[in-house]
């Protein structure tokens, strides 16, 4: 049967997918639009078996293990592994694009740990040649800040930010993952020059943080999906030599675009 | 009560920021700011050095603290910090374990 191949790239990092049911492809198409492009040499690639029932029952929770360099991941809607040297993978899955979705997440924090980046639950944006991370739990307010950016502003995403090191710059670089908004960022990048941690209040502020505050909430906000020391120790390092080159600052907001008069 | 050996574990991330050690186990993620006190602790737990010694040398030292509250304070803290496996402790000396990973 034919295979069908669809090339996924986020933060410049290719990654192959194949299945044998050219719908599932074009369903994917659609759902990462702006982000596909032609062959390329990817870093990692899957074949995908799709199944007519969850491949295990339902349990919300993604389990990733590393063991003899394979990783395995597994949630109610899907099962994945992958040989983290090799970059081959398989997943089985139902036909729905949140599994790949997730595995996409799961991949992108390996590869990025290797190079000293991380993804960050925040949104994103690009405002006169620099981006803007706006980072917080659910609720803080990653949509709301997404929603009021000024036409000038790219939004990246609003929901989880691919942190990428380049030599001493970090850069954000745009994602096709989105919270509430629904849509993805757009396919750009450019350095970081500040990192908010969002809340809500009364008032539009901007608060210093100490180091120490400011590396546990960045720890608090990163993800990494595996208890594994290397992977741990990694991130742990790049979280602080991120703070090392970045600016961490508490932004207090109210829901109104007066708020991005202090960003830029 | 037997004098202890205290060793850090391999098994943790740490950096020192702004005169505070943070602690990280990869083994399950905790995360833990060591105070002055705490630091010079974690700094002399090379394994080799008896804990009293440590308290005496580096806590009772160098800080305005009486002998049987850092005493007290120091067994309670490595306690802590050894059911998280970021600290080994033993009654005998423990050999040197693999550095962490630290930046200053």
Same mark, same amino acid.
């Given at each position: 049967?034919?295979?069908?191949?669809?090339?996924?790239?986020?933060?410049?990092?290719?990654?192959?997918?194949?299945?044998?049911?050219?719908?599932?492809?074009?369903?994917?198409?659609?759902?990462?639009?702006?982000?596909?492009?032609?062959?390329?040499?990817?870093?990692?690639?899957?074949?995908?078996?799709?199944?007519?029932?969850?491949?295990?029952?339902?349990?919300?929770?993604?389990?990733?293990?590393?063991?003899?360099?394979?990783?395995?991941?597994?949630?109610?809607?899907?099962?994945?592994?992958?040989?983290?040297?090799?970059?081959?993978?398989?997943?089985?899955?139902?036909?729905?694009?949140?599994?790949?979705?997730?595995?996409?997440?799961?991949?992108?924090?390996?590869?990025?740990?290797?190079?000293?980046?991380?993804?960050?639950?925040?949104?994103?944006?690009?405002?006169?040649?620099?981006?803007?991370?706006?980072?917080?739990?659910?609720?803080?307010?990653?949509?709301?800040?997404?929603?009021?950016?000024?036409?000038?502003?790219?939004?990246?995403?609003?929901?989880?930010?691919?942190?990428?090191?380049?030599?001493?710059?970090?850069?954000?670089?745009?994602?096709?993952?989105?919270?509430?908004?629904?849509?993805?960022?757009?396919?750009?990048?450019?350095?970081?020059?500040?990192?908010?941690?969002?809340?809500?209040?009364?008032?539009?502020?901007?608060?210093?943080?100490?180091?120490?505050?400011?590396?546990?909430?960045?720890?608090?906000?990163?993800?990494?999906?595996?208890?594994?020391?290397?992977?741990?120790?990694?991130?742990?390092?790049?979280?602080?030599?991120?703070?090392?080159?970045?600016?961490?600052?508490?932004?207090?907001?109210?829901?109104?675009?007066?708020?991005?008069?202090?960003?830029? | 009560?037997?004098?202890?050996?205290?060793?850090?574990?391999?098994?943790?991330?740490?950096?020192?920021?702004?005169?505070?050690?943070? /602690?990280?186990?990869? +083994?399950?993620?905790? #995360?833990?700011?060591?105070? %002055?006190? @705490?630091?010079?602790?974690? =700094?002399?737990?090379?394994?080799?050095?008896?804990?009293?010694?440590? /308290?005496?040398?580096? +806590?009772?030292?160098? #800080?305005?603290?009486?002998? %049987?509250? @850092?005493?007290?304070?120091? =067994?309670?803290?490595?306690?802590?910090?050894?059911?998280?496996?970021?600290?080994?402790?033993?009654?005998?000396?423990?050999?040197?374990?693999?550095?962490?990973?630290?930046?200053?």
């Amino acid at each position: 049967m034919q295979s069908h191949e669809i090339t996924i790239e986020i933060g410049g990092h290719p990654v192959l997918l194949r299945t044998k049911d050219h719908r599932f492809r074009d369903l994917l198409v659609k759902r990462y639009a702006g982000f596909i492009r032609g062959k390329a040499n990817s870093s990692f690639d899957f074949e995908i078996d799709l199944l007519s029932a969850p491949a295990q029952p339902c349990d919300d929770d993604v389990c990733v293990e590393c063991t003899d360099g394979m990783w395995r991941m597994r949630r109610g809607d899907f099962v994945a592994e992958v040989d983290a040297a090799q970059g081959h993978g398989r997943i089985r899955q139902t036909a729905n694009p949140y599994s790949i979705d997730s595995v996409l997440r799961i991949v992108h924090s390996l590869i990025l740990a290797r190079e000293g980046g991380f993804l960050l639950h925040s949104a994103s944006a690009i405002r006169n040649g620099g981006a803007f991370l706006f980072s917080g739990i659910s609720g803080a307010g990653k949509t709301t800040i997404s929603r009021l950016a000024p036409p000038d502003a790219k939004l990246l995403t609003d929901e989880i930010s691919y942190i990428r090191r380049q030599g001493e710059t970090y850069y954000a670089c745009g994602t096709p993952f989105s919270g509430e908004l629904q849509r993805s960022g757009e396919n750009c990048s450019a350095p970081v020059c500040r990192l908010f941690f969002l809340q809500h209040g009364l008032e539009n502020k901007v608060e210093s943080l100490s180091q120490t505050d400011a590396l546990r909430r960045l720890l608090r906000n990163t993800l990494f999906f595996a208890e594994d020391e290397v992977l741990v120790k990694k991130i742990f390092q790049a979280a602080g030599e991120f703070l090392d080159r970045v600016p961490a600052q508490q932004l207090t907001f109210l829901p109104d675009s007066r708020v991005w008069s202090m960003i830029q | 009560m037997s004098d202890k050996y205290i060793a850090r574990s391999a098994a943790i991330a740490s950096r020192m920021l702004a005169g505070e050690m943070m /602690v990280m186990s990869a +083994v399950d993620s905790t #995360f833990f700011t060591l105070n %002055e006190v @705490a630091t010079a602790i974690w =700094q002399a737990a090379d394994g080799q050095t008896p804990l009293s010694q440590i /308290v005496a040398e580096k +806590v009772c030292a160098e #800080f305005d603290v009486d002998p %049987e509250t @850092a005493r007290q304070d120091a =067994q309670q803290f490595v306690e802590e910090l050894s059911r998280h496996g970021i600290l080994l402790i033993s009654d005998d000396p423990l050999d040197t374990v693999q550095s962490p990973t630290e930046a200053a």
